[in-house]
Every structure is written in C-alpha cells, then in structure tokens.
C-alpha cells in the first residue's frame, strides 16, 4: 500500500556510531542512492549519533520493509566494507507511522528538524549538516495525496 511514513531506527546497542565525518557521508550516500535509484520519494531526514528519521513514499513497487532494509543494509555494508565495521550497525527493525494528513506531515518535518536542536547539538536547525533542514541535499516534495486535516464538528439537538 502507498503511503507516506516517519520511520526510526536506532544503532546496534544505541551506539553513537555517526560521530565522525566518514561515517555521515556513508549513510547520506546510501540514503540518496535509493532514492535516486527510485525506491522511495524522500522528504526529510536527520542522521543523529546514534539513530535516524525519514520522511519517505516508498513507491509502488517497493514496500515500507523494502525501502527501509535498502537504507539499513545499504549503508551497514558499506560502513563495514569503508571504515572496517565488524559489528552489526542496526538494531533490527524499526518503528513506523503512516502519515494521515498534511498537518501530520508537517509536524513529522518540524520533528525531524529539531532532532539536533532538542539533543543539543546545534542552536539553529540549518547548523546540523546530517539533516535535511541543512539545505545541502534534494528532497522531494510533500506527496500530493495527502488531504488537509478537516475539524470534526459536532451538534447538538435540542
């Protein structure tokens, strides 16, 4: 099913392994390269120490699973054979939440971009440069199918 989903997933034993310059690219690399190979529109992202958020559409043809084990393993494989990893990088699996609305959307962004303010690491979103927030990456546009939020209303008979 297509849809659009805020996906986490935290590091082998929660380690800070995304300290180091090296390590980053790695991970942005692997981030881009599927999407740019068209496995999933991508709409934000952080890469904190020691996990990471996106904001992705798989595309038709690719599941939520899929999408995430191309950015997990891809990576993971890559650390192992660049910087000589021989310990597992993931924790396994992840956590997902399937996008209602554009409000929705939007709250995932702004979470998203405060990861690095919030933890600290920066003072201003646009500083940290593993996020999106950094101006520095493509990103795709918010997905057209999202409906906009309508209020319930509710009356009373009397």
Known sequence: MVGTYFVTSRTWESRSL????PACKIFIEALLQYRD???YQLHAFVLMPDHFHVLI???????LERAVQYIKGGSAR????ELRLRFPVWQRGFSDHR???????QNHVYYIEQNPVKERLVKVVNEYPWSSASGEFPLDEAPQGLKPRTELISYRHG
């Open 99 to 105: 996008i209602r609305d554009t409000e929705d959307y």
């Open 18 to 21: 995304f300290t180091s310059m």
């Open 37 to 39: 190979q068209g496995a």
């Open 57 to 63: 559409t798989p595309t038709s043809n690719v599941t």
């Open 78 to 81: 890559r650390l192992g054979e």
